[in-house]
């Protein structure tokens, strides 16, 4: 009966009836994972890590019970935890690379300080060097536990310490490409380019888990729409499994489309069989299936995008595709790969769907006469060092409210920033769940400011801001991932609330709460330059003209070698 609630997903009924179970039998390992999933699913987070913990005491064996609590516990901002347990899990499990990789590039999805920046960085810094001191790649058992290890797990997390990380990802993309080497030997080795026939297409692939509504690849959808079909034909590979409509986009864009849910080997072998001149991934770093395609060589050329704007490291990837406005002058320090700046944004991103306002404040509960800054994005893009800035704001705007949206892990933090100034953070601090987009866009519509991070821009969610025409305060930052907002509005044209630095933020943003006059201009100007920054085919252009030489240079090169 236990069984059936939990397929039924009865979460609720079904972890009594395993409660009930386990006070009469010792029960098996899978028992502690369902009850422990049911505990999830209903948000009683102490009993979830509770139940992890007590089965990994009876199944100290048990990879999955090991798992879940690690990447979990640091989920929740428990690092001390998580670090422990990858310690634990790896002498339980000695010859399980993932516990290895655990264990040593283990880094918080938030910081308390920036003294806790520095001690994790150099933290990852040896501990990437212990492993790869300590990997070995002898045994057909060690060469599959690394392929399975990198295929659990990236290195996400580092690119939030708002450092160049080019270094440290060239070491662990050599590592990468390593373990796939000695795994796919025969996906590694260099591919020739047959010469282009008169009136023959060069073919272009994508390949990515996201080809759905997803940050990381919506914008590739501008590319394929706009794509000149006379000189291109366009592959897409979709690894991963939730298709909606985004997808039945890429499919009709697409001139061939694979469906190959995680199963490396044969989306492998299909792309090495369609023969691409290119292959291009919107983003590696989110996706661990995607980021071992991207350390085998699979096309004679491969390219990534920004959909994770981070260097790869990796050395099967020859060009970033980035964009003008957001690089800084001397990016290219930044990347393993050759740097492609494309016109504008980079990217033809489609003007979202905007819905009329449909709610009040109230249904959110929030008051008319609040100035309301939206702050709407993941946990891990604000830096501990920025806070101060949220209560300097509030002392100088006694009516703002900041709305967080996914901020619950910021709230002692937060309290400790608003203290600092005499406040109480909760007079001031929304903190909202939104699960429905019509409700995200309403939150925007009915917002007075949208407050950027610092060091890593928002990219998805400033878009659909400048959209539903909230202004928008950014300061750019040293490196790409931190100047998306900004240049989004250098392409509006509606450059007024860009910082020079902190203190400049905390002016644009006070000035915007308290006079309502200069906010709806700034709101007005923005919807009437809306043409400029969506659907950009202008960058659409540059990038097939980059493909074109891309392959003369390559065919060429065959040729007269």
Sequence with gaps: ???????????????????KYLEIHPGDAEIYWNLSHCYRQLNLIDEYFGTLQQGIELY??????????????????????????????????????????????????????????????????????????ETSLKTPEEKNSALAGIGRLTNFYLSYQAQNDIDLQRQYGKLVHEIMAVNYPQWVVPLSMSKLQPHQKIRIGYVSHYLHSYSGTLWLTGWLRYCDRQSFEIYCYYTGNDPDPITQQFQEYSDVFHHIPYNLSAACEQIIADRLHILVFPEIGMD?????????????????????????????????????????????EHYSENLIRLPNIGVSYPKPYIPPVIKTRSDYQLQDDAVIYLCCQ???KYLPQYDFIFAEIARLVPKAKFVFLRGNLLRERLNRAFAGVGLNSEDYCVFLTIPERLDYLMINLLSDVYLDTFCWSGGNTTLEAIACNLPIVTCPGEFMRGRHSYSFLKMLGVTDTIAKNETEYIEIAVKLGLNSV??????????QSHERLFDDKVCVAALETFYKQVVEEVCSKHFSA
């Design 378 to 380: 993941a946990p891990f």
């Design 1 to 19: 009966m236990s069984q059936k609630f939990f397929q039924e997903g009865r979460w609720q009924e079904a972890a009594k009836k395993y409660q």
């Design 60 to 133: 100290s064996t048990d990879a999955r019970l090991h798992f879940s609590l690690i990447i979990d516990l640091r989920r929740y901002g428990r690092i001390q935890e998580a670090i422990v347990s990858s310690e634990k899990a790896s002498q339980f499990l000695p010859h399980d690379y993932t516990f290895q990789i655990l264990k040593h590039l283990t880094v918080p999805s938030i910081y308390e300080n920036q003294e806790e920046i520095k001690f994790y960085r150099q933290r990852f810094t040896q501990g990437l060097q212990n492993l790869i001191q």
């Design 518 to 527: 200069w906010r709806h201009s700034i709101a007005e100007r923005m919807s």
């Design 288 to 332: 661990a299936q995607t980021m071992q395609m991207a350390g085998l060589r699979l096309a004679p050329v491969q390219c990534v995008a920004w959909g994770h704007p981070v260097t790869t490291g990796l050395p099967t990837i020859d060009y970033f595709l980035s964009s003008e406005l957001m690089e800084p002058e001397n990016a290219q």
